[in-house]
């Protein structure tokens, strides 16, 4: 049997461990009354699916929302847009474009709440479309309950009205989106929470053959969620933040996947303890003392990778970086007393009915793999690194996507049907138009018509309508319909290019200009991410590299693991774009794909090379050489490396249930860079690397070198 590490090392969590064992019942109960508390006074998430809403107020494009606003108050922004087809596909005819006009007037006249008045459109030039505009009262934000009860509402009125008629009707714009989002992430959240729980039991039932390990985790990550969530809220809402739909999916996946590798971590040491002799107290004390720095290490590096997210310019981020702290910080507390607590409880009855914990398996498996690694460590090292490089290269064709509004509903989403029937009767840019604001103290008709001709001359603009004067006579708009989809490459760079430019140069003199509309708001969204890039990543690396200097006591070793975690990002963020880009033929992916990779890949990833890394510090602390420590270390950690990566990878997985682009993306991404990390990197890069580097890796404190050992005392011999 080994020997104890060192009560040194160890005392903070040793101590821990002495007061929950000793006072199961109490923790027990703080627990209890936090979750009751928390649920009873927290309020909801607030969400949205406006771009805009997560730019700060310094961009152009904010700027020109707010011009809008204040010059053109009573312009007819359709919270939702009605699309009349036939549904046989052929082309409208006259008395079709009739009933449609009288579909909006009967409408109306029906006083549904919230719906302040239906205006019908022209027939598309081709005839295909004709649209009705829905006009919602100014206090009725689009994605309130209000609006979205309103279009429930009104797309019964369609159905019933349309019924027999040979017209489709269906609903698309802001509102009828928002509404949709809703629902398809209500059932998503559903899906997914089954989804991430059959697999832990399932995993776990496999793992240790018992229904109580496997019911474990959840009972207890149940009630940890129920008080992240309320903190989560009461945070978001307190700094005036707003999250998007997929918040409340990644949450579920945070805290049941990462909570459950934190109990895993426990479980396997607490077993190792009770096989070496222990008591079932004593083991559970001893088991927190040994992994008690590894998974408050682990979980240190996941909160400040996403609390680095506060610095983003966009809140989109700096809503979701104390979000997940949050939740990776509860977890973290319930794993080191909830739980050590409730098992304390329930002793070995917690692996009942199986008998498999009282004796060590051979882990023939992870044995013959640490043997091999350890034999020829170079070769793993080169083949494993040498095939992240490769797939890293396909990084180099990403291509941020924008659409994460319309993107992200299911294909069988109302408003997502409407939108693509609107685009085969409508311009690509006329679904969506820019807007060009001119203000001046005096402004003329023909400085502003010469402004127009201008306009138009860009290349990639279709159209340029006539400019709308405010009534004070200082602002004119211009409403510029572009000749590509709004939230495609091509538009985004005739926005951000010549469009910008020559709307700045050809302003009349003493006015200035501002570019607004979707597309401009994905023009400063995509500047934003290149600052964001420059600023979270150094910041995130370097705290992280902070985290594991302390915890490995070297200047080494977190360089060396800081690389191998990045190129393992390379590597998922190449595989991603192969996939939906290539194979997919998907126009591009989230814009904002890496920052999440980074922060979850880069963060979770660490989790499982400070594991292997703690232990192989343990198994040269008990005298053995790096290339032993190494096969060791794999022997002994390798199973719940792997169980871990296991059931965290396939919690993301589940994400690609939800049936939307965003979090299908997400899901692959993230549990395929996870996976990489925990069945690569951990098992074969990190240790490799670190028998290679050998005792220098931990300079310079050297925290491999076994205790000293009293000298044994000298027997003097006289001479008779």
Not at 288 to 299: C, D, K, N, P
Not at 506 to 512: E, L, R, S
Request: aromatic share 6%.
């Amino acid at each position: 049997m080994k020997t104890n590490i060192s009560a040194e090392d160890n005392r903070i969590f040793a101590r821990l461990g002495r007061m929950v064992v000793g006072h199961p019942w109490r923790v027990i109960a703080v627990w209890a009354v936090a979750a009751i508390g928390v649920i009873v006074l927290s309020p909801g998430l607030p969400t949205s699916n406006d771009e805009s809403d997560f730019l700060p107020g310094k961009y152009e494009s904010v700027k020109a929302e707010k011009v809008r606003d204040k010059a053109f108050p009573d312009t007819f922004a359709p919270g939702a847009v009605i699309v009349v087809r036939r549904a046989d596909g052929r082309p409208l005819t006259t008395a079709d474009s009739e009933r449609a006009a009288g579909l909006a007037a009967s409408v109306q006249a029906a006083r549904i709440p919230d719906i302040a008045g239906l205006v019908a459109g022209p027939p598309s030039p081709n005839r295909l479309v004709q649209t009705i505009s829905v006009r919602m009262p100014k206090d009725v934000a689009t994605d309130s309950p209000e609006a979205g009860d309103a279009v429930k509402v009104l797309r019964g009125e369609l159905d019933r009205r349309t019924s027999g008629t040979g017209l489709l009707a269906r609903t698309t714009g802001a509102a009828a989106a928002t509404l949709d989002d809703k629902e398809a992430s209500g059932d998503a959240d559903a899906l997914i929470m089954i989804a991430t729980l059959a697999l832990i039991l399932i995993l776990l039932l496999a793992i240790f053959r018992s229904p109580v390990t496997a019911l474990l985790p959840i009972a207890v990550l149940a009630v940890l969620s129920q008080v992240a969530n309320g903190l989560i809220a009461s945070a978001v809402k307190a700094l005036g933040l707003k999250a998007d739909s997929s918040a409340s999916q990644l949450l579920i996946v945070v805290l049941f996947g990462v909570g459950t590798d934190y109990i895993l971590f426990l479980l396997f040491r607490y077993r190792e303890r009770l096989r070496a002799g222990d008591d079932p107290k004593t083991a559970m004390v001893g088991a927190l003392a040994r992994v008690g720095e590894a998974i408050t290490s682990a979980a240190g590096v996941v909160i400040i990778a996403f609390m680095a997210m506060t610095l983003s310019s966009l809140s989109l981020f700096r809503s979701w970086g104390p979000s997940l702290a949050i939740a990776v910080t509860v977890t973290l507390l319930g794993g080191l007393t909830l739980v050590p607590a409730v098992v304390s409880l329930i002793g070995t009855k917690v692996f009942w009915p199986s008998k498999s914990w009282r004796h060590e398996p051979e882990a023939a498996r992870f044995a013959r793999v640490g043997a091999a690694t350890a034999r020829r460590p170079a070769l793993y090292v080169a083949v494993t690194s040498g095939i992240l490089a490769v797939l890293a290269f396909g990084a180099l064709g990403f291509k941020p996507d924008f659409d994460l509004a319309t993107g992200a509903l299911p294909a069988s989403a109302e408003s997502r049907v409407a939108l693509e029937d609107l685009k085969k009767g409508l311009p690509a840019g006329s679904t969506d138009p820019t807007h060009v604001y001119v203000r001046g103290e005096r402004l003329d008709r023909a400085e502003l018509a010469r402004f127009g001709t201008r306009l138009k001359a860009v290349e990639g603009v279709g159209q340029v309508a006539e400019p709308e004067v405010s009534k004070d006579g200082t602002t004119a708009g211009f409403t510029v319909v572009l000749s590509a989809a709004p939230e495609s490459a091509k538009a985004l760079d005739t926005v951000r290019g010549p469009l910008r430019r020559a709307a700045h140069e050809a302003a009349p003199q003493g006015t200035d200009t501002l570019i607004g509309g979707s597309t401009a708001v994905f023009v400063d969204i995509r500047s934003a991410m290149n600052r964001d890039y420059s600023v979270v990543f150094p910041v995130a690396a370097a705290l992280i590299f902070l985290v594991l200097a302390l915890l490995l006591r070297s200047l080494v070793a977190p360089w060396y693991l800081l690389l191998t975690v990045g190129l393992g990002f390379g590597a998922t963020l190449g595989t991603a774009t192969l996939l939906f880009q290539g194979i997919g033929s998907a126009p591009g992916l989230l814009f904002h794909l890496p920052l999440i990779m980074y922060m979850f890949v880069v963060a979770l990833g660490t989790d499982y090379n400070i594991l292997i890394m703690a232990r192989l510090r343990e198994e040269a602390r008990e005298g053995l050489a790096p290339r032993p420590a190494l096969a060791a270390a794999i022997r002994h950690t390798g199973p719940t490396i792997a169980a871990a990566g296991l059931i965290l990878a396939g919690s993301f997985a589940a994400l690609t249930l939800a049936g939307n682009r965003v979090l299908v993306q997400v899901g692959f991404a993230i549990s395929f860079g996870i996976a990489c990390t925990a069945f690569v990197m951990a098992l074969f890069l990190t240790p490799g690397l670190t028998a290679l580097i050998g005792h220098r890796a931990w300079w310079p404190g050297h925290g491999d070198a076994p205790p000293a050992r009293p000298a044994p005392a000298r027997v003097e011999q006289r001479t008779p």
